[in-house]
C-alpha cells in the first residue's frame, strides 16, 4: 500500500508553517532573558508548543492522504451442473449417481489449484451449490445463461462449464437467450442420444374449464419410439370407470398418434381425468405412460357487455382476451344501437363512455339502475364533467382533452386479487397509457392496482383502481392504449400470457357475483407441483367492516385423512399465507376464525399436478450443447474428458489474473487520533507548566 499527502496549496505552506510553529513558541518561551523556567524545561515545553502549532497551521492547508493499494482476482470458472430428471431417465443411472459426482468433485479439486471454482445447479430453478439427486422436473438453461451473465458483469470470469444432457422445457431456446458472453463456455454432454423403446403420452391438450352438460375435448398426443408393429390401448379413465378407449398400432420406429375424445361434463367441480396407456413389450420406463388431467366444470357461462363510442384497438385487446376466458363470452355492441336487456349481462365495459362526442345520459342511468357492476376506460375522448357526477370514488378535474404519457407503478399492498412473478416483472416493459391530464382525487374506499408514474416520477394518482359502491364493484382503467401492453407482451415473450392474466383477472373479478361472507378464503384451485401454494383470507365483522384481530388458522387434508396445520398472517386489512409445496394429489381443507361468543369457518379443495415433462423426451441433445460451445468460444466433452477441459482451461492466454490498483481519499482533519494527540501535547504543557510553577 503506498501512501502520499496532498495538500491544496502549494509545498512551499510548509516551510511556512514549520517557522510559524519555531516562532511562536520561540516568542512565548525565550522573548525576555529572565524567565521563571528552567532551560531544560522551557526547551521541552517549546517544543510542545512548536508541534502543536504546526499541526494547527498545516491543517488549514487542507491536506488529506491519497492511498493506492493493489489486489489480484484470480480468474472464476464456473460449473453449472444439470439436476434435472431427464438425465438419468435414460442414461446409465448408477454412473450418475456414484461414478460421475466423484468425477466432477475431482475436476473442481483440480480447477480450484489454480482458479476461484463457483458451483451452481440449474434445473426447474437456478442456484448455488451442485445436486447430484437429479430430481428436477423442469429445465431452463436459458435461465442459468442469464443469471450468470449478469451475476458476474466485469468479473475475471475464465470459462463456464455447462454440464447437461441438452433437453430444456422451459424458458427460450438457449441459442436465442444471449446475443454474447464475455467468456467461452465449455460444455460437458450428459444423458444419452441413442433411442430406447418407449411409448409416452406426450401431451395432453384439453380446455381448463368446461360447461356442464357440454362436451368438451381432450386431444392426447402419443409416440411410440423403436415400437414398430406394436400395439398399446389408450384408455381415459374417471373415478375408477373407463369413458374412453382406443387401440393404438405404430407402424414406425418413431410414429405419432393425435387422438381426440369428446367428453361429457356431468358433474360440477373439478374432475380427475385418468389418461393411460398400456405399456409395450421390452419398454424402458412406464413412468410416462400416464397423466391426470383436471378440468373445473361450471354450472353457467357469464356474458359481457361491452359499450363505445368509437372504433379503438383496445376494444379488439378486451374482445381476444375474453374469448381466451372460457368460462366468459363477450358482446361487443356500438353504445347508440344498444337496445338489448341489461338483465342477460354479468358486466358493463365502458370504453370511452360518457363521451365528449355524444350524451349518453340514458344509458349511463339504465346502466346505474341495473346494479351490475362495470369496467370504466377513460381516454381523451372521456366526458370527465359527467363522469365526475357518476360517483364512482374518482374525479378528475382536467383541462380540455389533454393527455399525459403514464407508466403502471405496482401497489405492492394490492389484494383483491394476486398476480404471478412474470407479470410483475413484465410491467417494467409496458409502454404508457394515454390518461385525462389533472388532478386525480379518490375516495377511501378505492383499491389501486396501479398508481399513475409521469416519467420517473410515481404520483399516488390511481391508473387502475377498483371500488365498491354500495354493493356495485366499480373498476376504473384512467388511461386509453392498454392494447399496446398486449403487444409488448407479445414482443418479449412471444405470447400474451401476462396481458391476459392481468385482463383477465380484472374482468373475473368483477364479473364475479360474490355470496358475501363474513369469511372468506381464497386460493386456487389447481396448481402444479413445482408451484408454491398461496392463500388469502378475509373477515369481517357484524356491520361488513374488515377486521384482522382474531387468529385464523388452516388445517389441509390430503387424500389419505393426513393434516397439515397452518397459520394466517395479517395484512393491513385481510390474511396471507404461504403453506409451501405440496406432492400431487387432491387436497381439502379447513379455515377457522375464532371471535369472542363465535367461531366462523370456510372450507375448500384444490388440486396439485404433477409435472411429467422431463419424462416425455429422454434421448439427450447434444447437438445443442455442441452448439452452445462453438457460439460461444468453447469446446463440447464427455464425462471421461474432463482431465481435456483443465488442460485446454490452463493453456488460453486469455484466462490469467487480473491486477487492479484501487486509490482511495481522506482528509488528514477526519483522523480522530490526530485530534487526540493535539490535545494531549496542549494538556501535556500546561501541565510541565503548573509543576514548574508557571500558570
Known amino acids: 500500500m503506498i501512501q502520499q499527502i496532498i495538500i491544496s496549496y502549494g509545498a512551499w505552506f510548509i516551510p511556512l508553517c514549520v517557522l510559524l510553529a519555531l516562532l511562536y513558541a520561540g516568542l512565548l518561551y525565550f522573548r525576555e532573558r529572565r524567565y521563571e523556567f528552567s532551560a531544560k524545561h522551557r526547551l521541552f515545553m517549546s517544543a510542545i508548543r512548536a508541534v502543536v502549532v504546526f499541526f494547527l497551521a498545516f491543517m488549514l492547508l487542507s491536506p488529506f492522504f491519497r492511498s493506492t493499494s493493489k489486489r489480484v482476482e484470480d480468474p472464476v470458472i464456473i460449473i453449472a451442473q444439470d439436476n434435472s430428471l431427464s438425465v438419468t431417465a435414460s442414461g446409465d443411472t448408477s454412473f450418475y449417481k456414484q461414478e460421475y459426482p466423484k468425477l466432477m468433485n475431482d475436476l473442481v479439486t483440480e480447477l480450484g489449484r489454480d482458479f476461484e471454482v463457483q458451483l451452481y445447479s440449474l434445473g426447474q430453478s437456478f442456484r448455488e451449490g451442485i445436486s447430484y439427486d437429479f430430481s428436477d422436473k423442469q429445465t431452463n438453461i436459458s435461465e442459468a445463461l442469464t443469471e450468470l451473465n449478469s451475476r458476474y458483469l466485469n468479473r475475471n470470469v475464465g470459462a463456464l462449464i455447462l454440464a447437461s444432457d441438452g433437453i430444456f422445457n422451459q424458458g427460450v431456446h438457449p441459442h436465442y437467450a444471449l446475443e454474447f458472453l464475455p467468456f ?8 444419452d442420444t441413442i433411442p430406447v423403446r418407449d411409448a409416452a403420452i406426450v401431451n395432453v391438450t384439453h380446455n381448463r374449464i368446461a360447461y356442464l352438460e357440454n362436451t368438451f375435448p381432450v386431444e392426447i398426443h402419443v409416440r411410440g419410439v423403436l415400437c414398430n408393429g406394436m400395439n398399446t390401448n389408450l384408455r381415459i379413465i374417471k373415478n375408477g370407470v373407463i369413458i374412453f378407449s382406443e387401440r393404438i398400432v405404430f407402424t414406425d420406429d418413431s410414429d405419432d398418434h393425435f387422438i381426440t375424445a369428446e367428453l361429457k361434463a356431468e358433474q360440477p367441480g373439478i374432475q380427475r381425468y385418468r389418461i393411460e396407456i398400456t405399456s409395450v413389450e421390452g419398454e424402458w420406463s412406464i413412468l410416462n405412460n400416464h397423466k391426470d388431467v383436471f378440468i373445473e366444470v361450471l354450472e353457467a357461462r357469464q356474458k359481457l357487455l361491452m359499450l363505445y363510442n368509437s372504433p379503438h384497438p383496445d376494444i379488439s385487446a378486451i374482445r381476444q382476451t375474453v374469448e381466451s376466458l372460457q368460462s366468459l363470452e363477450a358482446e361487443v355492441i ?24 355524444r350524451s349518453d345520459a340514458s344509458l349511463l342511468r339504465k346502466i346505474n339502475d341495473s346494479g351490475l357492476p362495470i369496467l370504466h376506460i377513460i381516454g381523451a375522448g372521456s366526458d370527465l364533467n359527467v363522469f365526475n357526477t357518476l360517483g364512482y370514488g374518482l374525479t378528475i378535474t382536467g383541462s380540455g382533452n389533454k393527455t399525459d404519457e403514464t407508466l403502471p407503478a405496482l401497489n405492492t399492498s394490492f389484494s383483491l386479487f394476486t398476480l404471478s412473478d412474470e407479470f410483475r416483472e413484465m410491467i417494467r416493459y409496458f409502454p404508457p397509457l394515454y390518461s385525462p391530464y389533472g388532478i386525480y382525487r379518490e375516495s377511501l374506499a ?15 394518482m390511481p391508473l387502475v383502481t377498483f371500488s365498491d359502491i354500495s354493493g356495485k364493484k366499480i373498476g376504473i382503467i384512467a388511461g386509453e392504449g392498454i392494447w399496446r401492453w398486449r403487444l409488448a407482451n407479445f ?9 391476459q392474466e392481468w385482463l383477465g383477472k380484472t374482468i373475473q373479478y368483477l364479473a364475479l357475483r360474490e355470496k358475501k361472507e363474513r369469511f372468506m378464503v381464497n386460493t386456487r384451485n389447481i396448481w402444479n407441483e413445482n408451484e408454491i401454494i398461496e392463500f388469502t383470507a378475509e373477515l369481517y365483522n357484524e356491520s361488513f367492516e374488515p377486521i ?27 390474511y396471507r399465507l404461504n403453506v409451501g409445496q405440496f406432492a400431487p394429489g387432491h387436497y381439502s381443507y379447513s379455515a377457522v376464525a375464532v371471535q369472542p361468543n363465535e367461531k366462523l369457518e370456510a372450507k375448500g379443495a384444490f388440486t396439485i399436478l404433477p409435472l411429467q415433462i422431463e419424462l416425455v423426451n429422454t434421448v439427450a441433445d447434444h447437438r445443442l450443447m455442441h452448439g452452445l460451445a462453438s457460439r460461444f468460444g468453447g469446446q463440447m466433452f464427455f464425462p471421461d474428458q474432463m482431465d481435456e477441459i483443465i488442460q485446454i482451461i490452463r493453456a488460453r492466454d486469455d484466462v490469467k489474473p487480473v491486477f487492479y490498483v484501487d486509490k482511495s481519499y481522506f482528509e488528514l482533519i477526519d483522523i480522530k487520533w490526530l485530534a487526540a494527540l493535539i490535545i494531549g501535547l496542549m494538556a501535556l504543557e500546561w501541565l510541565f507548566r503548573r509543576i514548574a510553577g508557571g500558570y
Open 446 to 460: 378505492g383499491n389501486n392496482l396501479f398508481y399513475r408514474q409521469i416519467g420517473s416520477l410515481v404520483t399516488n
Open 548 to 574: 384482522t384481530t382474531p387468529d385464523v388458522e388452516l388445517i389441509i387434508t390430503d387424500e389419505d385423512g393426513k393434516q397439515f396445520p397452518f397459520g394466517f398472517s395479517r395484512t393491513k386489512d385481510s
Open 334 to 357: 356500438e353504445a347508440s344501437k344498444f337496445n338489448g336487456d341489461l338483465n342477460t349481462y354479468n358486466l358493463v365495459v365502458l370504453h370511452q363512455i360518457p363521451s365528449v362526442y
Open 184 to 191: 467461452p463456455v465449455y460444455t460437458l454432454a450428459l444423458g
Open 491 to 499: 414482443l418479449r415473450k412471444e405470447n400474451h400470457q401476462a396481458f
